[in-house]
């Protein structure tokens, strides 16, 4: 059974950096046709999709945050990162990473998610 | 970018009955539309993909349809645990996007 945990600091400063990795076991980073994601809710908000990168490290990322994530990935380590620059309060949220099993499945797998919050 | 609308926001319905909720998206996107059922505090639950296809372990109360444009997904006889928010969520082109999520909660 595929399990996905994210981690990483939970409290960032405005304008610096957002970082999070997603460990994963079940499966393996180079399976064909994964997809691994990252998803974020702020709070009492909507899921708002940030990113996916696939295991030959294509990346597709929401057009409203392009210019500022990166999702990347180790397949050494079986994990997977979020950064996000420039950070604001509208930043804070609940984010999720996701894996889907291939372009047509909708995401299958999700971790439980973690609370960033964007403060000074 | 491809936007996508749920109707209605909010829904209250009793234990039993039958309910619809409609998604619309900007563009065709033929089949290519997942819905999920999110708890407070919890990840997103894959319940329908390919807009009709049923998730392994999903009840069968739980039903999808439509193509290109716009996308329903239906629960034939409320339960209590299906009192959550769902999300439609298109997957064209690699690209994902989720509509705004409707409240399913207790009349």
């Known amino acids: 059974q595929l399990h996905l945990q994210e981690s990483g600091p939970r409290l960032v400063k405005p304008s610096e950096t957002l970082s999070l990795t997603c460990s994963v076991s079940g499966a393996s980073l180079t399976s064909n046709s994964y997809y691994w994601g990252w998803i974020r809710q702020p709070p009492g908000k909507g899921l708002e999709w940030i990113g996916f990168i696939t295991y030959s490290e294509r990346t597709n990322y929401n057009s409203s945050l392009e210019s500022r994530v990166t999702i990347s990935l180790e397949t050494s380590t079986s994990q997977f990162y979020l950064t996000l620059n420039s950070v604001t309060a509208a930043d804070t949220a609940l984010y999720f990473c996701?894996?889907?099993?291939?372009?047509?499945?909708?995401?299958?797998?999700w971790g439980q998610g973690a609370l960033v919050t964007v403060s000074s | 970018d491809i936007h996508m609308t749920q109707s209605p926001s909010t829904l209250s319905a009793s234990l039993g009955d039958r309910v619809t909720i409609t998604c619309r998206a900007s563009q065709s996107i033929s089949n290519w539309l997942a819905w999920y059922q999110q708890k407070p505090g919890k990840a997103p639950k894959l319940l329908i993909y390919?807009?009709?296809s049923l998730q392994s372990g999903v009840p069968s109360r739980f039903g999808g349809g439509g193509s290109g444009t716009e996308f329903t997904l239906t629960i034939s006889s409320l339960q209590p645990d299906d009192f959550a928010t769902y999300y439609c969520?298109?997957?064209?082109?690699?690209?994902?996007?989720f509509g705004q999520g409707t409240k399913l909660d207790i009349k």
């Open positions: 390919d807009a009709s």
């Open positions: 996701a894996c889907a099993l291939g372009p047509t499945t909708g995401i299958d797998y």
């Open positions: 969520q298109h997957y064209k082109n690699d690209l994902y996007t």
